[in-house]
């Protein structure tokens, strides 16, 4: 309203505080007229107090959430620690009940690894180095559209699929590998082994992998591999004089990272895998240890009373590894992480 | 390097051409090579599949070898190097097509109005659909967001804006990040665990599912609006402090309304991928064949559970039972496809020209 | 409007390195003042002290005062948002914001204070005085409602010194405003500076010298010890006393570019 309608050409003339036209607004608007007091205290604060105060709870939800996923599966998963053998699920103790679950946990996961690192690695670097420029975008998206496959799908395909396609190569295997533990046979005729679980795991694993590679690899700087290509370095060597080396971190928090995903795949593994429990490296055979996620998943809809405590405490099992497995890889990340917003 | 009697190598030596390969010709022994193996699969009966494996395990090795007579042992590493980088992201895209064409294949059988509008109360063999479970995706997927999406957006506000590098901000960060690798059977867990103490054991309820859906969302809302809010330049805050404008509505009105389109991108990302989240549902919100709407009470199909449930036991017409599932399969499919698909068109047509 | 400020015993902090030492510095009412010096010396810093930007900055502070026609700017009940709507600010690179057009971005601080209750009458008044003040007006008056980030870079910046008077403060402060701008666009913002300067108390830090000597009334020389050491004001003077016969030898050294 006070608006300097008055000054003719040329900016403010001095008596208009630019807000005086919502009334209500503040309390305490600053009077720009030379004789009031310019800098005034306000009470203008109070929305900042209200904003800053909802984004610090915010912040503290996720620390709360979090300890209370520790604390909620301890207390319900307690019973099963402490429970007599006969009375849980194989009428044996917890450790020797979960034993087989969390080897197979960690077994599927580095099989899967694995398969995946080498295959992130790669491309990455055809999508950040080698790959035409306008198309490295689109590249990378389809690698990302793996990610959003619901693990459902690809344990139906997994099942339908893949398992049935990879009997021949593991058939293979058995014959011309069969010294190997691994491949120690007899292979499995549906083809729902460890290694076909891994392999679906590779898969689901890939995208994020593939993604943090990339990132790295683009963070090259580019006056390094400028000075790699001004020696006369082929692309290949340019790679691994500056682009490896320099993304080292990154990919070993890559491959950490899609370890916690693949030790914590459930319904993938659930349908895919075969799984009595046993303990074994056979990886083509059909008797094939379960995964912790995946046993919840199969038996927590029938379980009541104890045996859903000795779900939930495996589950617990299952997240310390996983939480322990993911702040390695972000401690790794973090360290190299500089906070991009700043520019002072 | 042509011929080293002659006293002109000097003037060989001298010319920057060299002898190398052309542009075409390593991609021209990678073709032939796996013609080869195709036409030898076919011809010989034997798998197609094999066939073209070893026509790539030829070229793998051909390539570099022609490289070595030709160029030298340097650039037959590098054109090895191009090869087996092109390799990895040519397999990458196996499994993806591989995945798509089966579902397409396998979903179209049912994927039919019937499919669309009615649930599974009843039916035994042929018919049946899964609005039930479409509902319950739709609900639980909704309930989730709502509940993820202010908390992750105000989150990702207190690190960039207020927690500037201060203890609680770096531990949040840390923790965001390890809440990303939470299991999504485990986040199922921690929902029955914490609702089992107020309704008993045994609970089962679509709500339930939204707050499972919510442990493993909100950290990937904070991560991608963090990015979103650190792209921002800090000129543009600068800029608006500058003009007196308190803290927090810069933040309203400057940071999150520029960086609106990247932050609805992440969203509609992060809602693509609980969408087909099937574990922590089977836990918390169980199965069910008849439509429920109430979010609050009783159990809730969704698609992904309906998927698992019909491939697992299809009852006693399998045949039915697995065309259901597969249609289940492709109807998340296209669900999670468009959401990617409008993520992508929100971020090119709403994002800011990135001209500074 | 335009008034004097006081600096006295003025020492800046990032965290616990000190930045600035002990400036004691009087900026008259209706003048241009230049700040000059190497770089790393601190001018921006000090120029970011005067309207509290230097606190944006996670551990900046200051301490010793700041006072504007009777007032600490430092004062304990004293909000940085009200300080900052009396002294704009014209950035190094133009900042316009990316999501409002030409017209939004000059009414930016009036409209993201919350005041929607003006007319829209006043608001065109306002739009058209604050682009003819930073000479912009005849350029852009007929594609208002484009994106500012539309213009060119010597024109963005003309934008956003009229987005900082749109608010009408009694004081600006230009931290290097020419530094990314082309000789001819440089030209447009000093011939401006000479207008504005009838309305405004003005500020500029500069890295070039004649830009110095041809706008400012008077000029601040700073200047720092070595690496990790505070940087201070070394000399302050009218204009044509710091290039014509400075008291200081390192101020001599720099204007006639012996420094270093």
New interface residues.
Partial sequence: MTKPATAPSGPPSGDAPPGDAEPGGSPAQPQSSPHAVPVARSARRFGDLLFSGAATLAGLSIVVTLAAVFLFLIGQGFPAFTADAEDLPGEQNFAAYVAPLLFGTVWAAVIALVVAAPLAIGIALFISHYAPRRLAQGLGYLVDLLAAVPSVVYGAWGIVFLAPHAVPVYRWLERYFGWLPFFDGPTSATGRTMLTAGLVLAVMILPIMTAINREVFLQTPRLLEEAAMALGATRWETIRMTVLPFGRSGIISAGMLGLGRALGETLAVAMVLSATDVITVNVISSTNPATIAANIALDFPDSSGLAVDALIASGLVLFALTFVVNYIARVIVARRREFSGANA | MTAPAQPAPAAVRSSLAGRSLPAWAPWTIVGVAIAVGLLAGVSTGL?VALGIVLGVLVALVAVPAVSTVVEGG??A??R???L??????A???L??L??LI??VD?GTARFDATFLTDDMRGVVGEGGGALHAIVGTLEITAAATLISV???V??A?????????RW??R?????????????????G??A???F??FFG??IRFGIGGAVALS?LM??VV?RSVEEM??????????????????????????VL??A?AGIATGVTIAI??V?????PL??IA??TTRTNYDIFDGRMETL?IF??QS??NPGARPEFGVDR??AA?LT??II??LL?LVA?LISRFFS??S?? | MSKRIEVSGLDIYYGKFKAVEGVDMIIESRTITALIGPSGCGKSTFLRSLNRMHEVIPGGRVTGKVVMDGEDLYGADVDPVNVRRQIGMVFQRPNPFPTMSIYDNVIAGVKLNGRRRMKRSELDDLVEQSLRGANLWEEVKDRLHRPGSSLSGGQQQRLCIARAIAVRPAVLLMDEPCSALDPISTLAIEDLMQELKAEFTIVIVTHNMQQAARVSDRTGFFNIAGTGQPGKLIEMDDTSVIFGNPKVKATEDYVSGRFG
């Fill in positions: 798998n340097r650039r590493r590098d090895l190097a191009t087996l980088v092109t390799l990895a992201f397999l990458a895209l499994p993806l591989s995945v089966t579902v396998n202010p908390i992750g105000l989150c506000v207190y690190l960039v804006e207020y927690g500037g590098g609680l901000a531990a949040i960060t840390l923790l965001v990040d390890v809440m990303t690798g939470v299991p999504s059977i485990v986040a867990l921690f029955y665990a914490l089992s103490i054991p045994g442990v909100i950290p904070i809010l650190k792209l921002v330049p800090n000129e543009l805050r600068e800029a608006a402090y500058a003009l007196g404008v308190p803290k927090w509505l810069t933040v309203v009105r400057v309304r520029t609106a693509s991928r969408i087909g989240e099937t574990a089977l836990i169980g199965a992904p998927t698992y491939l697992m599932a597969w399969a998340l499919i999670v496809m990617n992508r800011l020209p001209g500074r």
